[in-house]
């Protein structure tokens, strides 16, 4: 069974560029979560989406949005690019059914602004 | 305010040593607790999930148990290919279910 697919794995952009980050989540899976992680913060949730609509959201500016398709596929976009948002930038599926759900993460995809 | 702590932040053994990491939470209700391993560049993999505590589970030579404030990861003689990141993560039932607030993690380091 194909695990979750993050595209593209590496990407390079220039301060005040916009961005858009793409997620194929487990065949099945409804549910699919954002979250950026560097060295000192750690993980941090950025947004989940459930039925192509944001279910939660964390504490990041208005620039990081997202969306989800009919197909549980997510897309992730940052606009007006700073140096801070240099992160790997993960996003995770799951059932979210009844109960207890386990998340599976994607490889990532690394940002680097410069 | 929802909090996971982990400690240590990092840890050398030896091979054959064996030790246990430590995850410390502070949540409303407890939905569920996560284990996961991270590589160096790859993406969190999952370990094992916990709900109630008294609760453990077992894979291969890492055993994790839950109380009501914290949960420990045990690692059984460990192997160098052990070494990675644990990271330990909740779910309050406040939130939604892909709603996850992770701990920072413990390095693990295994010498042959």
Same mark, same amino acid.
Request: hydrophobic content about 30%.
């Given at each position: 069974k194909a695990g979750v697919t993050q595209t593209?794995?590496? #990407? !390079?952009?220039?301060? *005040?560029? @916009?961005?858009? /980050?793409?997620?194929?989540? !487990?065949?099945?899976?409804? &549910?699919?979560?954002?979250? @950026? @992680?560097?060295?000192? @913060?750690? #993980?941090?949730?950025? $947004?989940e989406y459930f039925s192509e609509t944001q279910?939660?959201?964390?504490?990041?500016?208005?620039? $990081?949005?997202?969306?989800? $398709? &009919?197909n549980s596929r997510s897309e992730m976009n940052v606009s007006t /690019? %700073?140096? *801070?948002?240099?992160?790997?930038?993960?996003?995770? &599926? &799951? #059932?979210?059914?009844?109960? !207890?759900? %386990?998340? $599976?993460?994607g490889q990532g995809t690394r940002l680097t602004v410069v | 305010?929802?909090?996971?702590?982990?400690?240590? =932040?990092?840890?050398?053994?030896?091979?054959? =040593?064996?030790s246990s990491l430590n995850c410390s939470y502070t949540v409303s209700g407890l939905r569920g607790l996560f284990w996961y391993r991270q590589d160096p560049g790859k993406g969190p993999e999952f370990l094992f999930? +916990?709900?109630?505590?008294?609760?453990?589970? =077992?894979?291969?030579? +890492?055993k994790a148990t839950l109380t009501k404030k914290e949960s420990f990861l045990h690692i059984t003689a460990p192997k160098p290919e052990d070494s990675a990141t644990y990271l330990c993560a909740v779910q309050d039932i406040r939130g939604s279910q892909g709603n996850l607030i992770f701990g920072k993690g413990t390095k693990l380091s295994v010498k042959p």
């Amino acid at each position: 069974k194909a695990g979750v697919t993050q595209t593209p794995r590496y #990407l !390079i952009k220039t301060r *005040g560029q @916009q961005v858009t /980050l793409s997620c194929s989540p !487990i065949s099945g899976h409804r &549910s699919v979560s954002w979250y @950026q @992680q560097t060295p000192g @913060q750690g #993980l941090q949730f950025l $947004f989940e989406y459930f039925s192509e609509t944001q279910r939660n959201k964390g504490n990041f500016p208005g620039r $990081f949005s997202g969306r989800q $398709f &009919s197909n549980s596929r997510s897309e992730m976009n940052v606009s007006t /690019l %700073e140096l *801070g948002d240099s992160a790997l930038y993960l996003c995770a &599926s &799951s #059932l979210a059914g009844q109960g !207890i759900t %386990e998340a $599976f993460f994607g490889q990532g995809t690394r940002l680097t602004v410069v | 305010e929802d909090q996971v702590t982990q400690s240590p =932040e990092a840890l050398r053994l030896q091979e054959g =040593e064996s030790s246990s990491l430590n995850c410390s939470y502070t949540v409303s209700g407890l939905r569920g607790l996560f284990w996961y391993r991270q590589d160096p560049g790859k993406g969190p993999e999952f370990l094992f999930t +916990l709900y109630s505590a008294g609760e453990e589970k =077992e894979k291969e030579r +890492l055993k994790a148990t839950l109380t009501k404030k914290e949960s420990f990861l045990h690692i059984t003689a460990p192997k160098p290919e052990d070494s990675a990141t644990y990271l330990c993560a909740v779910q309050d039932i406040r939130g939604s279910q892909g709603n996850l607030i992770f701990g920072k993690g413990t390095k693990l380091s295994v010498k042959p």
